[in-house]
């Protein structure tokens, strides 16, 4: 396991523990710009994550939702602080930690930690994908219409009107849709295979990078919308288990 590797599981678990006992209570809070959440837990979160990364490594950059955007060619930390924050402030378990390693564009490795119920997934490139140190494969399913697709609405109209779209085409395809308002946590359910293929027009590098070399390692592929190269800092990704992306690529044209 590389050093970096190491380092982030630490800051996640370190992190862990501190929103834990934030939990179900009472929490200051605000909205951004976006109309996301902020609790004052994001911000210790940032807090704690950054100063464990840059104290081991203080000459790599971060890019985190709640503070640094250093851009970078180098080695750079991409972090969510707390992926999943209106589910964490709600009292609801799903939400996680995500922190990644790229360099220039390439991701080198990737953690998601969901603290409340004690999921550690990593993965390092070329290295494959765990779940609490066992390895991890996506889903074999072979079809759309077999499928367990995860989606949610998003938060700005126009996300939400394409993602309408999306779903009225694939109503009567998949077998199975549904939302869960945690990007990382969603991600990772399809490289573990739960899941089949999640789908989000919009969507920022720190939502994604770490679970998506998840689904990467673990057998699955990620793109953009339309089936093009993902660029993790551009809008818009379809993960899935590999075996149906075409198939699932063609539909979100056809509603587009």
């Known amino acids: 396991m ?8 630490e800051a996640a678990e370190k992190t862990g523990e501190a929103v834990m006992r934030s939990f179900r209570t009472l929490l200051e809070h605000r909205f951004k710009q976006d109309r996301s959440l902020l609790t004052k837990a994001d911000e210790e979160a940032h807090e704690i994550i950054t100063a464990h990364l840059l104290r081991v490594f203080p000459d790599y950059a971060v890019i985190s939702e709640e503070g640094n955007h250093q851009k970078s060619q180098g080695p750079t930390w991409i972090i969510d ?3 999943g924050t209106f589910n964490f402030a709600t009292g609801v378990p799903h939400f996680g930690i995500s922190i990644a390693l790229i360099t220039g564009r390439k991701l080198e490795i990737g953690v998601v930690y969901a603290p409340a119920k004690q999921l550690m997934y990593v993965a ?16 074999n399913v072979a079809r759309l219409s077999s499928a367990r697709v995860l ?6 109209t126009e996300t939400r009107n394409i993602h309408h779209k999306i779903i009225e085409r694939l109503a009567p395809v998949v077998a199975e849709r549904e939302w869960r308002w945690c990007a990382a946590l969603d991600l ?5 295979g739960q899941k089949d293929a999640y789908i989000h027009r919009g969507l920022h590098a720190w939502d994604i990078s770490a679970a998506a070399l998840i689904i990467q390692e673990a057998g699955g592929k990620v793109s953009g919308l339309l089936g093009e190269d993902k660029d993790i800092f551009s809008p818009g990704i379809v993960a899935t288990n590999g075996r149906i992306h075409k198939e699932l690529v063609a539909c979100i044209k056809q509603a587009l």
């Open 2 to 9: 590389r050093q970096e590797t190491k380092a982030a599981i």
């Open 124 to 139: 390092e490139r070329g290295g494959g994908a765990f779940l609490n140190k066992k390895s991890i494969k996506v889903s």
């Open 188 to 192: 990772c359910a399809v490289a573990g």
């Open 151 to 156: 989606m949610d609405p998003g938060r700005n």
């Open 81 to 83: 602080p707390i992926d």
